[in-house]
């Protein structure tokens, strides 16, 4: 997504935002930027000579938000670049399957193809599923089953649909199908969290009956593989994908609060020690599945968004906890991370979060020696 949809905030630079995270000025003399309301007018901003980008404004009114997606996505053809401008700032959750289903790629955006995509995408899906469970289970790979059946049903515990075993079963199937079409990569534990916001917003008005779940799977299965598509490095052999984001995630915060760095160092705290996982799962094991659906809105209108700005989200996640953090051990740091305080986070939480990643993506992004 390109940075020149919004308008630009002045007095952000590289080193106020150094400055802000190293505890070097009060919040009250430099605040960070917090997401605006595009819609209301009345809200000045102070001008300065030097302006540096700012993030994109958080959602709209409720009612213009779904004026504007139904007027988009009853489009015969959807404006992708207008659809990738209105879902960063969050998708009404009516229009949500569509608009993801076209953000993925998966469906075409001129209306009158989707219908027989969707026909031949979900026959094409069901053909393979049959070929591959024809003979029962019994003729899977054990191993590579095995490992599936373990890790679904740990998907989403606190969520009863997640353990509805109709649903379980459906999810096993899209695993085991894409590990099976992908053997340089094949399954490995994550990929199960990485298919639950799919099947939760494709869910949304479907009833969990063995009929309904069909198109829900095959959908799910064919955004999976998309989704995956443009990561498959994290999950070849060493997960080499992972490895690069996680030295880039540590570079980063070292450029922006360098005291946190070199606390997490006297520690001997290594990034991989937690970052390892908030990459694998896209932190879907720190924040809720609702969180993560909002957070997705905004990676789908980003370009490489599961990717690089992903990494950006991660740092501003875990600077979130800075001050706490620098007064803490190795133990104590390492379990605030596995198990962060977010439970009571709302759609504005993740919001203030997506805004910080966004600057820290402008202030960074096309610096390269900034990273280097």
Not at 17 to 36: I, M, N, T
Request: proline share 7%.
């Amino acid at each position: 997504m390109d940075g020149g949809f919004w308008r630009r905030t002045p007095a952000v630079t590289a080193t106020v935002v150094q400055a802000e995270y190293s505890g070097q000025l009060s919040a009250d003399k430099h605040p960070l930027p917090s997401p605006q309301h595009a819609d209301q007018p009345g809200s000045p901003i102070e001008q300065e000579p030097v302006s540096e980008p700012r993030a994109p404004t958080p959602r709209t009114t409720g009612s213009l938000a779904h004026q504007r997606f139904a007027a988009l996505l009853s489009a015969p053809t959807v404006d992708l670049v207008q659809l990738q401008k209105l879902s960063w700032k969050g998708i009404p959750p009516q229009y949500r399957p569509t608009a993801w289903q076209l953000l993925m790629g998966y469906l075409p955006l001129s209306a009158s193809r989707r219908t027989p995509t969707l026909q031949r995408k979900r026959k094409e899906y069901a053909d393979w599923k049959q070929q591959t469970f024809a003979r029962g289970d019994g003729a899977l790979d054990k191993q590579l089953w095995h490992q599936i059946q373990i890790d679904v049903p740990r998907t989403s515990p606190g969520s009863p649909v997640f353990q509805n075993p109709l649903v379980q079963r459906s999810l096993e199937r899209v695993l085991y199908c894409w590990a099976a079409r992908h053997p340089a990569s094949g399954y490995v534990q994550g990929i199960n969290d990485l298919l639950t916001p799919f099947f939760s917003v494709f869910l949304e008005d479907a009833a969990i009956a063995e009929a309904e779940l069909e198109h829900v799977e095959a959908d799910s299965f064919w955004c999976l593989t998309k989704l995956l598509d443009g990561i498959q490095d994290n999950y070849t052999h060493a997960q080499p994908g992972i490895q690069r984001q996680i030295v880039k995630l540590k570079e980063l915060v070292m450029r922006i609060n360098r005291p946190l760095a070199l606390h997490f160092e006297s520690e001997n705290i290594e990034f991989i020690q937690f970052a390892f996982r908030w990459i694998n799962c896209l932190l879907m094991r720190e924040l809720s599945l609702a969180s993560i659906v909002r957070m997705w809105d905004t990676y789908l209108a980003e370009q490489n968004g599961f990717s690089n700005f992903h990494i950006y989200v991660c740092a501003a996640f875990l600077l979130k906890w800075s001050k706490r953090l620098q007064q803490m051990d190795f133990q104590e740091i390492m379990e605030f991370l596995q198990r962060p305080p977010t439970l009571d986070w709302t759609a504005a939480d993740v919001e203030l979060l997506l805004s910080e990643a966004y600057m820290f993506k402008c202030l960074y992004h096309d610096a390269p020696h900034h990273l280097s």
